[in-house]
């Protein structure tokens, strides 16, 4: 089954406790993207990657890194958490940079961050 | 700066009726706009997509109506089910040359409710 799989699923930690949300694909993605969703905010992209290696900043970027090793995989990394960045994360993946292609979304992490 | 408003940001419909979810652009060089459709505890889905060379595209119950001199466009959900309740994001990106990111932007989504 084509999926986009998202752990944990749920995460409550402390303030500058580093962690890892990790992401994979099993489609054989190009292009992998982190989304935060939030109230009244709707979607909004944090960093992108359009091959391995290849990784960029997206609207929202402060606080966040990410890696592109290996295309199946792509970590989201908060190396010191605040609370605003408390939020409902997506991690999404598509075929190839082409913006017309079906995009894959995980299940979605939600952090707190306390 | 917000590039693509949608309305309204909730909606209640009873069963039957039709659900119409409002998106408005202000790039002109947009020539991709999809809708997604995200349940409670899940992902976004792609619902349906359009682009700015039709006026309408319907599949179903789902329709997309494009008005490009205004630069809008709407979901219709004819005959709408409770099983439609979920959240709504419209979207808009520009393919082809140009642009690094090739990204989807996205409207700030529209909660359906239908009761039964």
């Known amino acids: 089954e084509a999926q986009v799989t998202q752990n944990p699923r749920y995460l409550i930690t402390v303030t500058g406790k580093k962690l890892t949300v990790t992401c994979s694909q099993n489609?054989?993605?190009?292009?992998m993207s982190w989304y935060r969703q939030d109230p009244g905010l709707g979607l909004r992209q944090i960093y992108y990657s359009m091959n391995v290696e290849v990784t960029d900043k997206g609207d929202v970027p402060e606080g966040y890194k990410v890696s592109r090793k290996e295309k199946r995989n792509f970590p989201l990394i908060l190396e010191s958490p605040s609370p605003n960045q408390t939020s409902l994360y997506f991690c999404?993946?598509?075929?190839?940079?082409?913006?017309?292609?079906?995009?894959?979304f995980g299940d979605g992490t939600r952090l707190s961050i306390l | 700066q917000q590039q693509v408003k949608q309305s309204p940001q909730s909606l209640i419909v009873q069963k039957g009726g039709i659900s119409i979810i409002n998106c408005a652009y202000e790039?002109?060089?947009?020539?991709?706009f999809p809708w997604y459709q995200q349940f409670p505890g899940k992902g976004p889905a792609l619902l349906i997509a359009i682009r700015p060379d039709v006026s309408e595209k319907k599949e179903g119950r789902f329709t997309i109506s494009f008005n490009k001199s205004a630069k809008q466009f709407s979901l219709h959900i004819m005959d709408s089910q409770p099983g439609d309740s979920a959240t709504y994001f419209c979207a808009a990106s520009r393919e082809g040359s140009g642009g690094s990111n090739y990204k989807l932007t996205f409207g700030k989504g529209t909660l359906l409710t239908v009761n039964p």
């Open positions: 489609m054989n993605h190009e292009y």
């Open positions: 999404a993946s598509r075929k190839d940079r082409e913006s017309n292609q079906p995009q894959h």
């Open positions: 790039n002109t060089a947009f020539d991709y």
